[in-house]
Nanobody, 127 residues
Framework: QVQLAESGGGLVQPGGSLRLSCAASGLHVSMMTMGWFRQRAGKEREFVASITYGTPTIYYEDSVQGRFTTSRDSAKNTLYLQMNSLKPDDTAVYYC????????????????????WGQGTQVTVSS
């Protein structure tokens, strides 16, 4: 049974940092295309970052490029999202996702490309 469990969300002031974790079971993060998405209040879920399996290639949504970093720890079977210089507009529920297939770069930005999803963790950026 595949499970993805996000953690690390919370309340942080603008300019602060958080690190989200996505602990996986039933699959191995280094053998999957892994993605981070977020859903802001009243909006559709949107792409944040992705990392390919094997020798990783990483992609970021433009608004988080340079502020967010995704990585994986194969030994811990966990995906991470380090978020720095957080802004109020980053407030959202953050989800990790996984799929066993290889994808074209443009498809990694699409929800429908991912088979497995976590339950999400709330990130609130506010003073």
């Amino acid at each position: 049974q595949v499970q993805l469990a996000e953690s690390g969300g919370g309340l942080v002031q603008p300019g602060g940092s958080l690190r989200l974790s996505c602990a996986a079971s039933g699959l191995h993060v280094s053998m999957m295309t892994m993605g981070w998405f977020r859903q802001r209040a009243g909006k559709e879920r949107e792409f944040v970052a992705s990392i390919t399996y094997g020798t990783p290639t990483i992609y970021y949504e433009d608004s988080v490029q340079g502020r967010f970093t995704t990585s994986r720890d194969s030994a811990k079977n966990t995906l991470y999202l380090q978020m720095n210089s957080l802004k109020p507009d980053d407030t959202a529920v953050y989800y990790c996702a996984a799929d066993p297939s290889g994808m074209l770069a443009q498809n990694m930005r699409l929800e429908r490309s991912y088979r497995y999803w976590g339950q999400g963790t709330q990130v609130t950026v506010s003073s």
